[in-house]
């Protein structure tokens, strides 16, 4: 048989996989995170006729004469440039501004995505839409988050709690009044929290008396018989910068700062900054960060961080495997998995409330569409041609 027409029938194979791929692309064309794909060709296995002849005296050198066998696909590689970026609004969605790739769990198998439209079921689990696959990252205790721990699912369940926590410091600031009279009292209450949570107030009692200012303290001041440190004198350095005492402890061992306080004359700004005790809470609200946190509003008026997302670089992100549902999984030629946080480590950062579109370009499709349809034509017109060689070499003998 003719060897064009096993070359025209290669090339209507390869033409058309070119087809396939650029028609996949063009139905992806507003697929969250997809990444389109291109198809290359190469040559087949050429059918050498005659071989090349080295220069010899009294003659020059000849050139091989090949035959070639047609076109292959030499692979079909995936474009992971960065796509448009859609605003959503929602603060669920997320996208990878950069390299990287968010990281999803199916069953027992890790799979890796470009897209983070993001949605929590009814236990709290963060999934992605379609398929449930639970989105990977560390989850936080007591608020800190340990990114040297293994993956696991990121979830914020219905009334999860933060455990109340005792006031065990406070602080003071501003400027006590050095022209103040004697017999002048002032006193400056700041709420605080025992272990159960529950309030009670924390009052300093500064006080006037032979030109010079003395303070005590308590924490119970609201109880029938309050309890009160002994009263301890207030110095003042030349710098009116308070010298003693720096830090006052009140008979349930609480300390206080008292650090940022001064004495000038004719002002008196003293006031209670802050206390490291609270309630407990139940979670009101979430949200997430730029860098991927996730973090909860509760109903004590405080915010807690709840689990960080993770994401994934590898060396040969090309080598990646599509496994549908716009997801990814690992190949021998991916190169090995590169964890880590948003923005560190080559990772992209994170823009919130905004999906990355598809990076297919129509316009480029399109023409591709026209060359795999020439190409096709073409091919198809080689392998009529064959035809017609071979039904006049038949016609030979009538």
């Known amino acids: 048989?003719?060897?064009?027409?096993?070359?025209?029938?290669?090339?209507?194979?390869?033409?058309?996989?070119?087809?396939?791929?650029?028609?996949?692309?063009?139905?992806?064309?507003?697929?969250?995170?997809?990444?389109?794909?291109?198809?290359?060709?190469?040559?087949?296995?050429?059918?050498?006729?005659?071989?090349?002849?080295?220069?010899?005296?009294?003659?020059?050198?000849?050139?091989?004469?090949?035959?070639?066998?047609?076109?292959?696909?030499?692979?079909?590689?995936?474009?992971?440039?960065?796509?448009?970026?859609?605003?959503?609004?929602?603060?669920?969605?997320?996208?990878?501004?950069?390299?990287?790739?968010?990281?999803?769990?199916?069953?027992?198998?890790?799979?890796?995505?470009?897209?983070?439209?993001?949605?929590?079921?009814?236990?709290?689990?963060?999934?992605?839409?379609?398929?449930?696959?639970?989105?990977?990252?560390?989850?936080?205790?007591?608020?800190?988050?340990?990114?040297?721990?293994?993956?696991?699912?990121?979830?914020?369940?219905?009334?999860?709690?933060?455990?109340?926590?005792?006031?065990?410091?406070?602080?003071?600031?501003?400027?006590?009044?050095?022209?103040?009279?004697?017999?002048?009292?002032?006193?400056?209450?700041?709420?605080?929290?025992?272990?159960?949570?529950?309030?009670?107030?924390?009052?300093?009692?500064?006080?006037?008396?032979?030109?010079?200012?003395?303070?005590?303290?308590?924490?119970?001041?609201?109880?029938?018989?309050p309890t009160w440190t002994a009263a301890t004198a207030v110095t003042f350095g030349a710098d009116q910068k308070l010298t003693a005492p720096l830090t006052l402890a009140t008979a349930g061992g609480i300390d206080v700062d008292l650090s940022a306080v001064t004495g000038f004359a004719g002002i008196d700004t003293l006031k209670a900054l802050d206390q490291d005790g609270h309630a407990a809470g139940t979670l009101q609200a979430f949200a997430l960060g730029a860098d991927g946190t996730l973090s909860g509003a509760f109903s004590n008026g405080l915010k807690q961080v709840l689990g960080r997302l993770a994401l994934a670089n590898f060396t040969n992100p090309a080598g990646l495997e599509k496994a549908g549902g716009s997801l990814f999984r690992t190949s021998v030629n991916s190169g090995v998995i590169q964890l880590g946080t948003p923005g560190s480590g080559g990772r992209g950062t994170l823009a919130g409330g905004s999906l990355e579109m598809s990076n297919v370009d129509l316009s480029s499709e399109f023409t591709n569409l026209i060359v795999a349809q020439r190409g096709f034509q073409a091919n198809s017109r080689v392998v009529t041609t064959s035809d017609e060689v071979l039904q006049e070499l038949v016609n030979l003998k009538r």
């Open 1 to 225: 048989m003719l060897r064009s027409l096993f070359s025209g029938i290669s090339g209507l194979r390869a033409h058309q996989t070119m087809l396939d791929v650029t028609g996949n692309n063009i139905a992806n064309v507003n697929t969250t995170g997809f990444k389109a794909s291109q198809t290359q060709f190469q040559d087949a296995l050429s059918q050498e006729l005659q071989g090349a002849g080295a220069a010899q005296q009294g003659t020059g050198g000849t050139n091989p004469a090949q035959v070639g066998l047609g076109v292959r696909i030499a692979g079909i590689t995936t474009n992971f440039t960065q796509g448009p970026n859609q605003m959503t609004g929602r603060s669920t969605d997320m996208m990878i501004q950069g390299d990287g790739f968010f990281v999803v769990r199916r069953g027992a198998e890790t799979y890796y995505t470009r897209a983070g439209s993001f949605d929590f079921d009814a236990t709290g689990q963060m999934v992605l839409p379609g398929d449930g696959a639970l989105v990977q990252g560390w989850a936080a205790v007591g608020g800190a988050v340990d990114t040297t721990q293994p993956l696991t699912d990121l979830r914020v369940p219905a009334g999860t709690l933060m455990d109340a926590a005792a006031t065990t410091g406070a602080s003071y600031e501003g400027n006590l009044d050095a022209g103040a009279a004697d017999g002048t009292q002032l006193h400056r209450e700041i709420e605080i929290y025992d272990a159960q949570g529950a309030k009670r107030v924390l009052d300093l009692e500064f006080t006037k008396a032979a030109g010079a200012w003395s303070v005590r303290a308590s924490d119970d001041a609201q109880a029938a018989t």
